[in-house]
């Protein structure tokens, strides 16, 4: 990526200067949605327009891929799910709003989902590890801890489950060089989280 540290820095400050964490949930849960939706769009579209997204190369699908996408995301939760119970003494309420079920939502979470590893994965890694050549596991923790920062409104014990998981996320990325592969990892996840808040909302699981 031929682009100067400034315009790094700016970008990475955009999830910030955009959705200030957990202010506009606090304020009010409707506006807070509607505008992570809008921040959803406005971010993926940004970042693939900017920087040419697409201009990523692409590597084929392969059996430990598609191992990572089923198999990662059910870790990654079911460390949400221990670290809310572990620290919280209860397990994660995952409800979005009974309005929020449609397929604007639904789009959203996986628009964010290419935004989010965009910005906390390979900005961060392009920026640090290749550009200003800082230790891997300094540039790992430093990403998870942006990608769990990013979620601190959700609670203290979301926060740590997004650490955790975004470690995760940086292990693979760094493992396997493969973008693609952890935004579908990374949307499968999301889709799991959509998936348990409706039931969640039916009364259809047992917490």
């Given amino acids: 990526m031929n682009i100067s540290h400034i315009q790094y820095l700016s970008f990475l400050f955009i999830p910030y200067l955009l959705f200030p964490s957990g202010v506009c949930i606090f304020l009010n849960t409707k506006n807070a949605v509607f505008f992570m939706k809008r921040f959803c ?32 995301p059910i870790i990654t939760m079911s460390l949400e ?76 014990a979301i926060f740590i489950a997004k650490f955790l998981t975004g470690i995760i996320y940086s292990l693979v990325f760094f493992i396997f060089k493969d973008f693609y592969c952890v935004v579908l990892i990374h949307a499968f996840s999301n889709i799991i989280v959509f998936s348990l808040s409706f039931l969640q909302s039916k009364g259809k699981l047992c917490f």
């Fill in 41 to 72: 769009y406005f971010a993926s579209f940004f970042t693939i327009v900017y920087f040419n997204l697409f201009a990523i190369d692409v590597s084929p699908l392969r059996a430990q891929h598609v191992f990572l996408i089923i198999f990662v």
């Fill in 81 to 156: 799910i221990f670290s809310s119970f572990f620290l919280n003494k209860k397990f994660p309420v995952f409800f979005i709003g009974v309005d929020n079920y449609n397929m604007s939502y639904f789009i959203a979470v996986i628009f964010m989902a290419t935004a989010e590893e965009y910005i906390f994965r390979l900005l961060i890694f392009d920026f640090f590890l290749e550009k200003l050549q800082f230790n891997l596991l300094v540039v790992i923790l430093l990403s998870a801890f942006a990608y769990g920062f990013n979620h601190i409104h959700f609670g203290f």
